[in-house]
């Protein structure tokens, strides 16, 4: 049997994939099923590394998803605009090419981090001061938000007044900051 | 040169200076990963783009807004020998990522070696603080100190969602893995540990011996740091690691007091010997110090043995490595030819300790 994705070299990797009832047939020979990224399933021999762990990871996410059917084809590859890195490639290097790979694979992306950061999926840290522009700002008007419903349900009316101030003043200043910006 | 005079200038401060709970906790180590927004990440960037990020990091360094008296002095890879990168990563002071695969490599240390920043690593600029002994929230706001400085004029790839952006997405958000450095024979002797590690695993902790990913841990000595750097805050993340190592350090106290009380001439033969074979041995592995040095330190830090110097442990536990032994010797060694060496070294530096008494 011929490698289908190469037509050239022996196919030596057989998978049956099995998705809403439809089975699909896939033939590969060694070097297609890495370019594929497929070689997480059958790693025996090679070392084992954190990369091949979450290679692991990355991979078997879209097999958990429905509509899968067109995994193996994958007509359409997603790649970054800035740097070129290809979804596949991602997966076998484990490694992002540029800060803008996080907006181009955002949607396979969710269900990774939350995997490797225990369901976390939202940055709750430092926040540097330029670059973080007026995010800062943004999380501590929200917080000062939640502290005023908690107040305004304990019928503190007198403290939720001032802090009702504050929110007011805050957010004159963050809409200054927009139209600075811009 | 003497051994006094290598030693001397081969000692970095966190292992010759003693910290909070410093018999148990080594050193602690704060390391934050950083991008610049403009350049690819270091495993895409291209020679140019790589180069022009140590440019920008170095301009940095020399443009003087620096905390306290350090100053900090570049070194890149391109510029020095293999032994000399061998020996800053048996130092912990670069990954031995950075010394052989990096493209335009470097990295900026401080003269007393408690910071080192490396460029273009996996990511374009790691920070990392290491202190002696406890000292985990200090080393975090050291580390942030210079994060700032940093950030004044250097642009930084942040995300409101996914925070810091890193090469690798199991750095994503702080960037941060903080991580101690724990020396536990009194668990090991107790049989403890082998109980202790998958619980902490559990906790979302990664326990490692001492040389990195999948190593035994030699001479009872384990790094212990965070795993998860995303939607805890760094004070958080710090704390938690805290909280985990404080019952540690209670633990090894008590199973030490538990060993003096059961089992008290056994376990001060078993220091004596080991004093003994570093005292005499002629050819020693790495394997066979590790485990003769722990025994001592143990010794010291119980008080059968006195008048040896608490670092002694910290100190030859870095010299004794290859790169160390290579460097002192003054060229190339075969590994048997390090094992008389080793073992040569770690005569000298005991008699040291006589002399000095």
């Known amino acids: 049997m011929i490698c289908q994705e190469c037509n050239q070299r022996p196919a030596t990797l057989h998978f049956t994939n099995f998705s809403n009832g439809e089975k699909t047939e896939l033939h590969l020979c060694e070097r297609c099923a890495h370019e594929k990224g497929e070689m997480f399933m059958m790693n025996q021999g090679h070392g084992f590394s954190l990369n091949h762990l979450l290679a692991g990871l990355l991979n078997i996410e879209p097999a958990l998803q429905p509509n899968t059917k067109e995994h193996f084809h994958q007509e359409e590859i997603i790649q970054c605009s800035r740097c070129h890195m290809t979804y596949p490639q991602f997966v076998k290097i484990g490694r992002f090419g540029c800060a803008h790979c996080y907006d181009t694979f955002k949607e396979q992306l969710g269900p990774i981090i939350r995997r490797l950061h225990s369901g976390n999926s939202v940055h709750n840290g430092k926040i540097p001061k330029r670059a973080g522009g007026t995010i800062s700002m943004q999380r501590n008007l929200t917080a000062l938000k939640e502290t005023l419903g908690e107040l305004i349900s304990k019928e503190e009316f007198e403290k939720a007044a001032e802090l009702r101030d504050e929110i007011r003043a805050l957010e004159k200043r963050l809409a200054e900051q927009h139209r600075g910006g811009e | ?70 100053r900090f002095e570049m070194v890149k890879m391109n510029d020095i020998q293999p032994l000399q990168k061998r020996v800053l990563v048996e130092k912990h002071l670069i990954s031995p990522h950075l010394a052989e695969n990096s493209r335009h490599g470097a990295c900026l240390l401080s003269e007393n070696e408690e910071y080192s920043i490396m460029v273009n690593e996996e990511d374009h600029i790691r920070i990392q603080c290491l202190f002696p002994g406890f000292q985990l929230s200090e080393a975090l706001s050291a580390a942030n100190e210079i994060d700032d400085l940093m950030e004044e004029s250097l642009d930084y790839a942040f995300d409101e969602k996914y925070g810091y952006l890193t090469s690798c997405p199991t750095n994503a958000g702080t960037g941060l893995r903080a991580s101690v450095m724990m020396h536990l024979p009194g668990l090991y002797l107790t049989q403890q540990i082998n109980r202790i590690v998958p619980a902490i695993n559990q906790l979302g902790l990664v326990v490692r011996g001492i040389y990195g990913e999948g190593s035994e841990a030699l001479g009872n000595i384990f790094q212990i740091s965070n795993q998860i750097t995303l939607g805890k805050s760094e004070d958080d993340i710090v704390e938690d690691l805290k909280s985990v190592v404080k019952q540690l350090i209670s633990q090894e106290r008590s199973a030490r007091e538990a060993l003096a009380k059961t089992s008290n001439i056994q376990l001060e033969d078993r220091i004596f010997r080991s004093y003994g074979i570093l005292a005499n041995s002629r050819i020693i592995e790495t394997k066979e110090a590790a485990g003769c040095l ?47 060496r080793r073992a040569a070294m770690i005569r000298e530096r005991l008699k040291m300790e006589i002399k000095e008494q």
Do not use: C
């Open chain 2, 1 to 70: 040169m003497s051994l006094e005079r290598f030693i001397s200038q081969a000692v970095s401060s966190w292992m010759s200076t003693e910290g909070p709970d410093s018999d148990i906790v080594l050193s602690s180590r704060i390391r934050l990963a950083r991008n610049l927004s403009q350049f690819d990440f270091p495993t895409l960037a291209t020679n140019e783009e790589a180069f022009k990020v140590t440019a920008a990091v170095e301009e940095w360094a020399n443009s003087g807004s620096h905390p306290g008296a350090s």
């Open chain 2, 294 to 340: 722990s025994d001592v330190r143990l010794g010291i830090d119980m008080g059968y043995l006195k008048d040896i110097s608490k670092n002694i442990l910290n100190e030859l536990m870095i010299l004794t490595q290859p790169g160390f032994l290579q460097q002192y010797a003054g060229g190339p060694l075969r590994p048997d030819e390090r094992d008389i």
